[in-house]
């Protein structure tokens, strides 16, 4: 089993949890892309796949630091796949950000005329328009004709679909009337349910031929055949709802643009409505998802977009997504089953997951075995009991949740859950529950075998060691031959050739790589290390601004001893001050409070955690870790906005600011390295002068960033 964390919820992951979970979410993202996009065969619904998204978002949200490289929300989609020639679209192909309440939606307004710096009585329209459930994509237009169509891909490069799209019932292959030089139009290919089943009764009659799961399967798989006579005979259509780059605008509004596509020969998406105002909104999405049922194709909710297109411009994108529009998703399917039984599981740190054990039901089209119970505090808040039936969802979280117990279904004998005092672990020490805390934690600490294990887990995993070939199976396989105990078995696992390769599945090869993979990474950074430790709070950040503070192992390790040590003679002290140098000088690391500190302190002040620190590193070599390299003219700089701002709200010069790479304070200090000042600036700009700070002017400072003129 892979470690994870996905059943705790956003709001009580720790630093490192949030961490473990960001790179898992982006992995399994990724994966679920690929099946997606390139495979036409994904292994969870659209919901699931949404609730991964969500979730990552909300721990991105909380822990903005710990953002990756590798964020989902920084591609869309997948590479093409092989076997097409490739298109790169003229303008990218972005995504829609996810609203799943009134709230959500409530804030996207709010966000939006925060963004604008609009007056109360300034109203902003909003076309909503059904979320059609198919696949994106790009219609290149030159002079009126069609030239290429294009799968989205990862956003910026597609698939060359031309010929097979050329073949799709309605689609404009000469656009009518008067028509830009050059417009590429952004839509939908979808099939309609009744089509659909028609397919698949037909398909399921040939012989061989594989049937496909739901609609946008089928439309996906129909338009990526390598012949076209073969999607030529399948029951396609498109829907315009965008466009990409264009020689001349599509009109003022949205809605003057989706008239302007009607009118050039393009279905586009109804219902759709010109709202104008939160409860206008509400009350389109209520009533066509009261109608969803009864539609042609299938829709996962509602589009809305501000509908005046100069200020969709100013509002431009985050990331993956544009600003100016969201998607109003319909809410998860839930189910009913019955709960056998309920589990323990043991992490790392010690905590104890309580995880329900269901009769396997099929949910939103993916069968569920197992549900999160979050803690002991949920269980008594739901009474949910062992033989209980419960409803359950897969939504806002990765693993499906017990919403609640059909208290009418429940047994007789049923007995309220009795959460353990003891580890399941063959220890059996007491479980300890401190008061205000969520978590129960194992006693046991190091001894705890469970603990060890989901401890070697972790220095193994991805981010730590990063160990080819020595995956958590293989931790446990090692582990229960007592071939690995502490981490630093891991290097001397050489001595044990002989006992490996008598284990069954080892051979010659395999152990041969194995040995190799360890052998490149007696070579490591410090932050990798540091973070290996699985010190709790301790996270690939956190651990990055520690190897960067401290530089060389040895410094760090008797820093982290001295102000452990310092910390245990005052424990009372509340003041990193009052508390010795040491110490003081690991709160003044960005990002490290008491709290964390504390925990660094509970680490090394454990003679066993001393020990595997030295054992380990007397068989590693570890290495410095070099600072961040500047890539853009601003990044690293901190910057701080004064005065009014004439050509943008202040949000959206920290928002411009911040998406290349600079730092927005809100105050002036030694460490600020530019002012923009504007008209009306006044204590701010003052004390830049009194400290030599750089001021520039609002247009310098466009200059700078190349958006001036
Ligand atoms: S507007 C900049 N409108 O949903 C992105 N998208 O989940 C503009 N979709 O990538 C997209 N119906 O493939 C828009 N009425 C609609 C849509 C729609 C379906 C798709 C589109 C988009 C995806 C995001």
């Known amino acids: 089993m892979t470690k994870t964390y996905a059943e705790i919820p956003v709001d009580d992951l720790t630093e490192a949890q949030a961490e473990v979970e960001l790179a898992r979410l982006a992995e399994d993202i990724r994966y679920h892309d690929k099946l997606y996009h390139q495979q036409d065969a994904p292994e969870i619904s659209d919901a699931d796949y949404d609730a991964l998204r969500r979730r990552n978002d909300g721990i991105e949200a909380r822990f903005p630091a710990l953002i990756r490289d590798d964020s989902p929300n920084k591609s869309v989609g997948a590479a093409p796949a092989a076997g097409f020639a490739k298109v790169t679209h003229r303008l990218p192909m972005l995504s829609l950000s996810n609203a799943f309440t009134a709230e959500d939606v409530a804030d996207f307004l709010g966000r939006i005329r925060r963004f604008l710096g609009l007056e109360e009585s300034e109203a902003v329209d909003v076309v909503a328009e059904a979320k059609i459930d198919g696949l994106s994509m790009s219609l290149l237009y030159e002079d ?36 830009p030089k050059v417009i590429e139009v952004r839509g939908e290919v979808f099939m309609r349910r009744d089509d659909f089943h028609a397919l698949n009764a037909r398909l399921a009659e040939a012989e061989k031929a594989k049937t496909f799961k739901n609609p946008r399967n089928a439309a996906a798989g129909s338009l990526r055949q390598k012949d076209p006579r073969i999607t030529a005979e399948r029951p396609l259509h498109f829907l315009a709802y965008a466009w990409g780059e264009t020689s001349e605008p599509l009109g003022e509004t949205q809605w003057q643009a989706r008239e302007r596509l009607a009118g050039w020969g393009f279905e586009i998406n109804e219902p759709a409505r010109l709202c104008h105002g939160l409860e206008d909104i509400l009350e389109f999405y209520d009533r066509v998802q009261g109608e969803r049922a009864e539609l042609a194709h299938d829709i996962d909710g509602i589009v809305y977009k501000v509908d005046r297109l100069d200020w969709q411009e100013r509002l431009g994108f985050v990331s993956r997504a544009p600003r100016w529009a969201t998607a109003h998703k319909f809410p998860a399917e839930q189910a009913e089953t019955l709960l056998r039984e309920i589990s323990i599981q043991v992490g790392r740190t010690g905590a104890l997951t309580p995880v329900a054990s269901l009769e396997p039901i ?36 990765v693993i499906p949740q017990v919403v609640s117990v059909v208290l009418a279904k429940r047994p007789g004998d049923s007995r309220p859950y009795a959460f353990p005092t003891t580890c399941p672990c063959p220890l059996a020490t007491p479980v300890v529950r401190p008061e205000g805390e969520a978590v129960a934690r194992c006693s046991g600490g190091l001894d705890c075998p469970y603990q060890q294990v989901r401890r070697l887990m972790h220095f193994v995993s991805r981010d730590a060691f990063d160990i080819e070939g020595l995956g958590v199976e293989n931790i446990q396989e090692f582990w229960d031959a007592g071939l690995i105990k502490a981490p630093a078995d891991v290097f001397r696992l050489g001595n044990h050739r002989e006992a490996i390769l008598a284990r069954e599945r080892w051979a010659e090869q395999s152990v041969a790589n194995l040995l190799k993979a360890i052998e490149d990474r ?20 956190t651990a990055r601004l520690l190897a960067r503070t401290y530089g060389e192992l040895a410094t760090w390790q008797s820093a982290m001893i001295q102000a452990a040590q310092e910390r245990a003679a005052a424990p009372e002290a509340k003041k990193p001050a009052e508390i010795g140098e040491a110490y003081a000088d690991l709160c003044d690391v960005e990002g490290i409070g008491m709290n964390v500190a504390d925990d660094i302190g509970a680490f090394f002040r454990d003679p066993h955690n001393r020990a595997v620190v030295e054992d380990l590193a007397a068989e590693l070599e570890v290495e410095a870790v070099a600072a961040a390299a500047a890539d853009s003219p601003v990044a690293g700089k901190t910057v701080v906005f004064t005065g009014t701002l004439e050509t943008m709200t202040r949000s959206e010069a920290k928002a411009r600011a911040e998406a290349l790479g600079a730092k927005v304070s809100g105050s002036v200090s030694k460490k600020t390295d530019i002012v923009i000042a504007g008209p009306g600036a006044g204590s701010k700009a003052k004390k830049a002068e009194e400290l030599g700070i750089e001021t520039v002017s609002e247009q310098e400072w466009l200059e700078r960033i190349g958006a001036g003129g």
């Open 144 to 179: 009126g004709r069609l030239v290429t169509a294009a799968t989205r891909g990862d956003g910026a490069v597609g698939e060359d679909v031309t010929a097979n799209v050329r073949t799709i019932k309605g689609l404009p292959e000469t656009l009518k009337g008067a028509a």
């Open 362 to 397: 099929t949910v939103g089209g993916v069968v569920v075995s197992r549900a999160t119970l979050h803690n002991e505090d949920e269980i008594k808040r739901k009474d949910i009991r062992e033989g209980d039936h419960v409803i359950i969802q897969r939504a806002g979280d």
């Open 522 to 541: 007696r070579r490591i950074g410090l932050d990798r290390f540091i973070y290996a430790l699985g010190i709790r709070q301790v996270g690939q950040s």
